[in-house]
């Protein structure tokens, strides 16, 4: 069976870290695009960032020089580092795939990606 698993996420502090992961299942990450999203309630779906089989990278302005994606191949694993974690970061993530012909595609509609994660809830507050 395909799918993901999103974990990683937790309360911290303002000004604090995380490191959401995402691991595959049935399939070898490194062959596909990744991207993260998030969606508070009563928001849009937010595509933050994304990596494809490539090697390219996407970042939101919203999080872009405090989120850094990255892939660990070994560990079947796509990482997001956030950094520096602000209250408006609160909601919940997800990690997400295209169809492998997206794989080198940077930027994709949020309706191409047809493997999710089960999300993982990130809370920034004092």
């Known amino acids: 069976e395909v799918q993901l698993q999103a974990s990683g996420g937790g309360l911290v502090q303002p000004g604090g870290s995380l490191r959401l992961s995402c691991v595959a299942y049935?399939?070898?990450?490194?062959?596909?695009?990744v991207g993260w999203f998030r969606q508070a309630p009563g928001k849009e779906r937010e595509r933050i960032s994304c990596l494809t089989s490539g090697g390219s990278t996407y970042y939101a302005d919203s999080v872009k020089g405090r989120f850094t994606i990255s892939r660990d191949n070994a560990k079947n694993t796509v990482y997001l580092q956030m950094n520096s974690l602000k209250p408006e970061d609160t909601t919940v993530y997800y990690c997400?795939?295209?169809?492998?012909?997206?794989?080198?595609?940077?930027?994709?509609?949020?309706?191409?990606?047809?493997?999710w994660g089960q999300g993982t809830q990130v809370t920034v507050s004092s």
């Open positions: 997400a795939t295209p169809a492998w012909r997206y794989r080198f595609v940077l930027h994709l509609n949020s309706g191409r990606y047809d493997v």
């Open positions: 049935g399939f070898t990450l490194d062959d596909y695009h």
